[in-house]
Every structure is written in structure tokens, then in C-alpha cells.
């Protein structure tokens, strides 16, 4: 798989150590700070953060409205990497397309993310990668969301 089209795959560089970082994505009220872009709120109407675990969360955008999403955590070895699906879902949890979520047509209904973490002189790189095409996440605003979050993680790590 090419990495540039087939995938999405972001580089990220916290100023701060990789346990800090992990922490961050793991721990719910962490997340709740973060996992949303810059003017969106995120709640979780269940998370279980361990291998086998899952989440059920909406994502609130004042101008586009309400994002359910729900996942399943598939690897957690922690400090290094984070695996997990996301799924289109509705509110009550229910998988849906993305078409009948108002998503663009060619988006899946589900995508799979994995996220490695490596330290370096007290700075954490990450490795994003989520299984759908870089220009169609650039397309429909996906791509530039991650960026948005991760600024916001980086500010919230400070």
C-alpha cells in the first residue's frame, strides 16, 4: 500500500515524553480535551480503553452538525502503539453507512487507525495511519481534523 495515497499517514512531534503522550489518547478524560477539532465539542456515550474494548462517541460541529462514530480498540501496548477502528454509527450505537450520515459516498463505513509512539530525547513522534485514501480524507476534511486535534493535543500537553 502506498503510504501518501492509499492511507492516510501523519507525523507528529509532542514535546513530551511518550508516556505523557499515550496517556493522552487512552485515558478518556484526556481525550475529552482533544479528540475534537478547534470549535467542536466530543462526547463519549461509552468508552472501554483496553484490547477488545470499544467506544461510542459524536463529535458536535456548530456548522456541520452532529458526527457519531463508533470503535473497537484492537491493540494497546502501551507506550508504544495504539490500533482501533472507527465506524459510522448513529446515536444509539447502531453501524450506518456513511451515506446515510450525510458523509461523502465514497467515504467507508468503517476505517482502521494505528498510531505508533517514539520517544527521543524526551520528545514523542507519532505515526498515524488510517486506512483510507489521503485525498479523499483531504476531500472531506478528515485529514486536516487530525492536524487540528493533534495542535490541540500538543497545547494541552504543555
Keep these: 500500500m502506498n503510504a501518501t495515497t492509499e492511507q492516510v499517514y501523519i507525523t507528529y512531534e509532542f514535546n513530551a515524553p511518550v508516556k505523557m503522550v499515550f496517556d493522552a489518547w487512552t485515558q478518556p478524560e484526556q481525550l475529552l480535551q482533544w479528540f475534537a477539532p478547534t470549535g467542536c465539542d466530543l462526547k463519549f456515550e461509552s468508552i472501554d480503553v483496553r484490547k477488545g474494548g470499544s467506544f461510542h462517541s459524536c463529535i ?6 452532529d458526527c457519531w462514530c463508533k470503535g473497537t ?4 501496548d502501551y507506550p508504544n502503539r495504539l490500533v482501533f477502528t472507527m465506524e459510522v454509527a448513529d ?4 453501524s450506518i453507512s456513511a451515506i446515510d450520515a450525510g458523509m461523502d459516498a465514497e467515504w467507508p463505513d ?3 487507525v494505528d498510531v505508533t509512539f ?4 524526551g520528545k514523542t ?6 486506512t483510507v485514501s489521503e485525498a479523499l480524507a483531504k476531500k472531506t476534511g478528515a485529514h486536516p481534523s487530525w492536524i487540528l486535534m493533534l495542535d490541540r493535543l500538543q497545547e494541552l500537553l504543555k
Design 60 to 65: 458536535s460541529n456548530p456548522e456541520f452538525g
Design 73 to 76: 480498540y484492537l491493540d494497546i
Design 91 to 94: 446515536a444509539s450505537g447502531k
Design 110 to 112: 468503517s476505517t482502521t
Design 118 to 121: 517514539t520517544e527521543n530525547n
Design 125 to 130: 513522534t507519532i505515526e498515524l495511519r488510517q
